[in-house]
């Protein structure tokens, strides 16, 4: 038996944060072992940093660098210890939409040829391969609506979509990592689809 890493993606108004939240109850309820709810940004000083940073007109590079910082102390001081624990880790958010909305403020904003593989790059060494990633697929017009008008820098129709291509892209080249699933549907169906799905990808 070891640590298991499930992440939970999908553009903002997908529903992330309340599917990561019913799912964690879920698994509590169903096994025996310690699920830990995390997500990134993080809640430390770096994660309020990059929070900060999405607030204010920064480089995008030193964005996805900041990012980047927050993502390892992430690993460092919280995953790996957990999955050193043998406990199950779910991620409302990871390395997927690093790589997705990034991937689109860098191809907006920098002569990098091609800015998925550029960040990908940049990680390789010291990431963890989750060990399922569950994309909440909702249209982008329906994310904004849902949003309303509280929206900060990433939160507009016209990025959201170019944000929803490079997911499209990024599960087209690891299939068996991701289960899709359609966010549009009420609450309960969403997760009971991932709960029926998920032991036939993950052994617990």
């Given at each position: 038996m070891k640590g298991k890493i499930i992440t939970i993606e999908g553009i903002d108004g997908s529903g992330k944060s309340t599917i990561t939240e019913a799912l964690v109850e879920k698994l509590n309820r169903k096994l025996e072992r310690k699920i830990i709810k995390t997500k990134e940004p993080t809640d430390s000083w770096l994660g309020n940093s990059v929070r900060k940073g999405l607030r204010k007109n920064i480089d995008p590079l030193a964005e996805a660098f900041l990012f980047t910082a927050d993502h390892i102390e992430h690993i460092e001081k919280e995953i790996k210890p957990h999955l050193d624990k043998k406990r199950i880790v779910?991620?409302?958010?990871y390395s997927d939409s690093f790589y997705a909305y990034q991937g689109a403020t860098l191809a907006q904003n920098r002569s990098i040829k091609n800015p998925i593989k550029y960040l990908k790059n940049l990680r390789k060494d010291f990431t963890i391969k989750p060990d399922l990633t569950i994309f909440l697929d909702v249209s982008p017009r329906t994310a904004m609506e849902r949003l309303g008008e509280d929206k900060i820098k990433f939160e507009n129709l016209e990025f959201q979509k170019?944000?929803?291509?490079?997911?499209?892209?990024?599960?087209?080249?690891?299939?068996?990592?991701?289960?899709?699933?359609?966010?549009?549907?009420?609450?309960?169906?969403?997760?009971?689809q991932i709960m029926d799905s998920i032991e036939l990808k993950i052994n617990f």
């Open positions: 779910i991620s409302d958010r170019k944000v929803y291509e490079n997911f499209e892209r990024i599960i087209e080249e690891e299939r068996d990592r991701f289960l899709v699933v359609d966010g549009e549907k009420a609450k309960d169906d969403v997760i009971n």
